[in-house]
C-alpha cells in the first residue's frame, strides 16, 4: 500500500516563507509524478505544482509561479514545496498526491494546514 506522509505545515505572516514535504512509501515505487494540491475553505480542491520524474520537468499553477519551487529529494520518492512570498490567498490544507503510472493521482496524503496571516 502507498503511503503518502506530508510535513511542514503551519503558520506564518505574509510575506514569509515555508516548505512542504511529503514523503512516499510503499512496494515497487517509482512515481510517475508527485504534485501538490490545495484546498482553501469553501472552494474545490485545486493544483499547485507538479513535479514529472520522466525528464525531471516541474509544472506550476499560475497563482504560485514564481513563488513557490517543487523539488526532489536525490533517489528519493520525497519532494519538496518551497513557499516564498506567501499571501494570505495562499491558507489552505495542502495535499501530496502520487501518480504512478501517469494516467492520475490516485494517492493522497492526509493533508497539511497552512496558515497566512496578514
Known amino acids: 500500500q502507498v503511503q503518502l506522509v506530508e510535513s511542514g505545515g503551519g503558520q506564518v505572516q505574509a510575506g514569509g516563507s515555508l516548505r512542504l514535504s511529503c514523503a512516499a512509501s510503499?512496494?515497487?515505487?517509482?512515481?510517475?509524478?508527485m504534485a501538490w494540491f490545495r484546498q482553501a475553505p469553501g472552494k474545490e480542491r485545486e493544483f499547485v505544482a507538479a513535479?514529472?520524474?520522466?525528464?525531471?520537468?516541474?509544472s506550476y499553477a499560475d497563482s504560485v509561479k514564481g513563488r513557490f519551487t517543487i523539488s526532489r529529494e536525490n533517489a528519493q520518492n520525497t519532494v519538496h514545496l518551497q513557499m516564498n512570498n506567501l499571501k494570505s490567498e495562499d491558507t489552505a490544507i495542502y495535499y501530496c498526491?502520487?501518480?504512478?503510472?501517469?494516467?492520475?493521482?490516485?494517492?493522497w496524503g492526509q493533508g497539511t494546514q497552512l496558515v497566512v496571516s496578514s
Open positions: 498526491a502520487l501518480d504512478p503510472l501517469g494516467s492520475g493521482y490516485t494517492y
Open positions: 510503499g512496494p515497487t515505487l517509482r512515481p510517475s509524478a
Open positions: 513535479f514529472i520524474w520522466r525528464g525531471e520537468t516541474t
